[in-house]
DNA sequence: TTTGAAAGAATGTCCTGACAAACTGTTGCA
DNA sequence: TGCAACAGTTTGTCAGGACATTCTTTCAAA
C-alpha cells in the first residue's frame, strides 16, 4: 500500500498520511475489515516519526473510519461505518438526505427585532436584522421552507444570496460559524406551511432550530426550518465514547 | 490553578487532567473565556511532559470546553459552546430534554423475525428474535413509545430490563454497541399511538430509527422510537471542521 | 502620529526513545 | 485433549527535545 507523503508541501505529514489512507479506504484499496501494517512499520515504511504516524491514524479513528485494538492492531472500520463524521454537517445538512436541492429566494427584509428574535440574537430589542425566507427544492418538489434571522450588519444582500449558499456568504464576508445549538422537532404544518410546501393540511412536519455562533460565543445567525416529514429525514452516526 | 494528579492511578495522567480542567470549569474556577496557562508551563509545573499536557488539551478542545490559538494561547469556550461534546448520546437520549425519565415494559416476546426484520438486523430470514416495547413516562406522563428488536441470543430477560436499561443490560451480557446509525423524522400519530401516549389523534410524533452495531459491524440491536413531539425534542450541538 | 519591522509569546508539527497494557498464538504439563 | 503459562505482537502512554507557524506587542523610522 503506497501512501505519497510531499514533504516540500504546507500540508502537515500527518493530514496527508490520513487524506491518503481515507482515500484508499473510499477507493475500495482498503476493505472494510481489512488490517493495515502496524504503526511502527508503517512509520518506518513511510519514513517519518510513530508519532506523526499515530496522529493521522487517531484523526481516522477519531472519525470512524478506522478500528485499533491494542495487541490486534488497526483495521478499516466495517462498511457500515464508513461515513463522514457521523455527524449532520453545519453547512450542508440536506446531503443525508442524498437530494441535490435548489434554493428560491421568497422574502428578504430588513427591520427591527421583534423582542423574541432579539433575545434569540443576543441583540438589543430594536436593532435591525435581517429575515430571510427561502423555500427549498428538490427537482421541482419543495422540501423545506428555511427562515434565517441575522444581524443586519453581517447580513449578506439579497442579490449575494442568491448567487451562493447562506453560509458561503458569510464566509466571504469575514464572518465564520464555528458551533451551532439545533433543536430538532416536530409539529403538524399550518394551512399556508402546508399550501407552501404541497403537502395536506396538518401533515407532520420536521423542524430545526438553530443558533450559531462565531469562536467568541457571538450569534452569527438563527434559523428556524420547516421540512416536510414525507420527503425528509435527518441522518446521524452515533458513536460511544 | 491546582490540579492534582496520582501517578499511582491506573488513569492515564492526560486523562485526569482533562478531567481537572472539564471540573473546574463546570465548577466556575475557570470562566468562560479566561485563560490557561501556557502548555509548556503547565507540563512543567503540573511535572509531566509536554505532549501529556498537550493531549490533555486537545481532548477538551475536540468536546468544545476549549479554545486553542497559536500565539495566543489557551481559552475556555465561550459559555454558550459548554455542552459535552455535541452528539445525542448513544445512551442518554432523554438527558438533553431535562427530563427524568422512568420506563415501563410493555411487552418482551420472542418470536420469528419478519422478512423486513431480518434485513434489518442482518439475519437470516425466519429466526428468533426479541421484540421488546417499553413506554418511556416523564413523572406519570408519557413521552415516548421505544420497540427495539434484538437477535434472540443477544437479548436479555425481561427481569433484567425491568431492572436496568437496554444497554446497560447488553453491557452486561458482553455486547458492546459502539457506533449507531439514526435516522430522525417525523410522522402523525396513528389512533391507538394516539391513545397511548395521550395526544389527540393525527397529532405529530418524533420519530427516531436506529440500528446499533458492534465494533466488529454485526447489529446489536434495532430501534423504533415514537415521541410526543408536543413534550420532546432532540438537541445537538453542531461544530464545523 | 502612523506604519512597518522586529521581538516575544504560544501553539503546532515532528523527532527519537522507552515502558506498559492488551491481545493472540504457541508450547508445555496434567 | 484441554487448560494455563509464556512468548510474540501491537497499540497506548509517557518522556525529552527541536524547529515552524501564527499572533500580539513593542520599538524605530518616516
Redesign the pocket.
Known sequence: MRFDLDRAS?V????QLASAIERAIQDGQLAPGSS??????L?QRL??????A??A??SL?DRGLLV???????QVSPAQIHRPVGLTSLYDDLEGSGQLPTTRMLDWERRQASVEEAEELELAAGVDIVAIKRLRLAGDEPIAVLTNLLPEMLAPSREDLERTGLYECLRERGYQPSVAKQRIGARTATAAEARMLEESPRSALLTADRVAYDDAGHVVEVGHHIYRASRYVFETTLFSR
Open positions: 504546507p502537515p505529514l500527518y493530514h493495515l501494517e502496524n504503526e511502527i512499520a512509520a519514513g517519518i516519526s510513530r508519532p506523526t499515530r496522529q491514524l487517531k479513528v485499533r485494538r491494542r495487541g490486534v492492531g488497526t
